[in-house]
Every structure is written in structure tokens, then in C-alpha cells.
């Protein structure tokens, strides 16, 4: 059976502002297009389907028309919910969803209340066993209590055991007739992270060794991590990663779905699908002139742009008219202001104008232009002549 693992698709996302859901639109359609293309037998989403808990309706139906569009004409869709989305609220929509041939599963779930879904591959009359663990907040695996009182490598091994033993009770119904798969949202030891992950659901507390999954697992697709990986394991392990960078720290990875053909018992075949939609991130370095040199080779990239010159009255209006897409500017670190360990001592009284050249000292800014301005501001307030 052919299958399609995506994930993290944080539809909603904005990056400085900046709405991004025209570029969601065509990944995620560019996602359906792939889909058909490969006649797959299911769709696998591993979870963050938007970016945050409450989502526009814009966002939500983009995430509905795209689950509509991957479940056409009888493909198999699963989706489960990531540390971004609302757990409850993809439960909501489960009955409508259902209705449509799509799964959601949003809440941590027995294998008889939804937690093991199986199917049949269309293409080739193959079964398939599926268990599913959404994401699986710290605070709900390790009680309050147990928080409080035990260390911190006590709760981290609790909240190991206790998916241990979720995985442990979802996956017993594994057969050798069957392709047996993992689906999840978690953290993986040793995982490379793809540099928009939120740090706070992603630390050591949270990550878990791969050796959780079973060895009788045809493949576990996982979301969480946005870099394309495989993970080293007794089973295929894999990230599919985001499809979409969804800020400069992810500039430089690779957007793709995974692929995967499976059979009862032979590992998974994996392929990865590359993901060519949506603008580049791309960050440049550089003076105002070094800058306008590059102006012509970004084409429509959003730029994060660090400019080596001291800072000066307005650098980032020149940088913005020269790179429009510039979403974020700033001084490179060699050419920032030192900071002050402590102020001066005292000595004679000055004026607000010298006090004020002093700032722009610390600050590395030297422009008659800001010391002028300020005077007149300061004539203004005081209402002197």
C-alpha cells in the first residue's frame, strides 16, 4: 500500500507580521496534488495542523477544504493533534469529519474509542493497523502532585513510562497480516531540531527513545520536529518535517512529504517528495552598499537582513527601499553598541543635549540630524524660545 505522511502544517502562522496564508494555501494544495498524483491509499497528518489553539476561520477552512481534498474519491485521511492545535476542539469536528472518510483525533484515546484505526488499501486489498497518540501535554501524563514531589529526571522518566505504556496498549493488537503503523507528535531523543519548534514542549523533559516504538511497526510517522529526519531505531522512524519554513531558523531545510510503500511483514519503502510552494527565507548580511548589490538577485524571498554598519537615523528605511521584503533588520552584532557595564560618575551638571549625546554614544550613533531633532523636541516640551 502507498502512503502520504505530512505534518506541522501550522496553517495561521505569520512571520513578522506578516500573514502567510496565501503561500499555506498553495503548499497544501500542492500537498493534494501529490497525493492524487502517487494514487496514494491513505494520508497521514502527524499532528500541529494550525499554529495556534484558536485559528482564524480563514485558517480553519483552509485545514477543511485541504482534508476534504486528500480524502477524495476513498483515500484514507488521519489527522492528530500537535501541541499548537486544540486538542477538544479537533474532537469537535470528529462526527462532520468522520462523515467525509477523515479521522481526527484529538485527545490521547483507547484503541476501542479510537486510538487504533484500521483500514483497508484500496489499491491492493491490504489491512492496515494504525494507532495514533496526539500530542500528550507534561502537565496531563504526570499528575500535579507527582510534579511537585519528585525531581525533575523522576517526572521525565514518568511521563517515558507513561507513553510507554499508552504505545504499549495501542500497538497489542499489531498483526503479521496487517501493515502496522505508529502515527504520533512527540519529541524523539537525539532529533534534530528544525529551529521553529516551541522550545518549551520540545526540552529534554519531553523527548522519549525511540526504542517506545515497537519492532513489529511497519513505519511511525511522527510531526513535532521540523527538519526532515530519520530516526535511528529497531523500526522505521521518520520526521516528515514542515513543508513550509516557518521562520529564519529554518531557512535552510528541506520541504518535502514522505512517501511510503509498505507491505505486511517488510519494512516500509520511504521516498521523500520535495515541496517546491511558498517563499524562500533567506537571511543577508552586508553594508547599505553591499546590500543594494544583492537587491536584484532575491527575487521575492523574505529576507531577515543583518547590516554591518553602526547604527545610525534612518538605516532601516534605506534597507527596506533597497529589499522590500525585508521583514526584520537589524545591526550586525561586530558593528552593535557596547553595552555599558555601569553609568559614569557624577560630574557637572549638563544639559538635556549633552546628556543626550552621551546616549547616542553608548548606542554607537553618530548623526547631527538626531541631536537637532531632539533639541527641538525638548524646546517644544519646556516651551523654551
Known sequence: MRLLHTSDWHVGKTLKGRSRLDEQEQVLREIVGIAREH???????????????APSAQAQH??????????????????IAGNHDHPAAIDAY?????????????????????????????????????????????????????????T??????????????????????????????????????????????????????????ATIFPIESHYVALGHLHRRQRIDAPCPVHYCGAPLAIDFGEQDNTSVVCLVEASPGTPAQVTDIPITSGRRLRTLRGTVSELAALAEKVGDDFLRVWVREPARAGLREEVVALLPNALEVRIDPEFAAPVAASRPAAGPERTPSELFREYLGTRNVADPRVEQLFARLHDRVTGAS
Not at 505504556?165 to 534534530?192: C, E, P, Q, Y
Open 39 to 53: 494514487e496514494v491509499d491513505a494520508v497521514l497528518v502527524a499532528g500541529d495542523l494550525y499554529d495556534t489553539a
Open 62 to 79: 483552509l485545514v477543511v477544504r485541504t482534508l476534504m481534498g486528500l480524502a477524495r474519491d476513498g483515500v484514507k485521511v488521519v489527522a
Open 94 to 150: 470528529r462526527p462532520l469529519a468522520g462523515a467525509a472518510g477523515i479521522t481526527l483525533v484529538g485527545t490521547v484515546r483507547t484503541a476501542a474509542r479510537g486510538g487504533v484505526v484500521e483500514f483497508t488499501a484500496k489499491s491492493t486489498g491490504e489491512r492496515a493497523t494504525l494507532a495514533v497518540l496526539p500530542f500528550l501535554s507534561h502537565r496531563y501524563a504526570v499528575r500535579a502532585a507527582e510534579l511537585v514531589a519528585n
Open 152 to 209: 525533575p529526571a523522576e517526572n521525565t522518566n514518568e511521563y517515558d513510562q507513561h507513553l510507554r505504556d499508552i504505545l504499549g496498549a495501542l500497538t497489542a493488537g499489531f498483526r503479521d497480516d496487517s501493515v502496522n503503523l505508529v502515527m504520533a507528535h512527540l519529541t524523539v531523543l537525539n532529533g534534530v531540531f528544525g529551529g521553529g519548534e516551541r522550545a518549551a514542549q520540545s526540552i529534554f523533559e519531553y523527548a522519549v527513545p
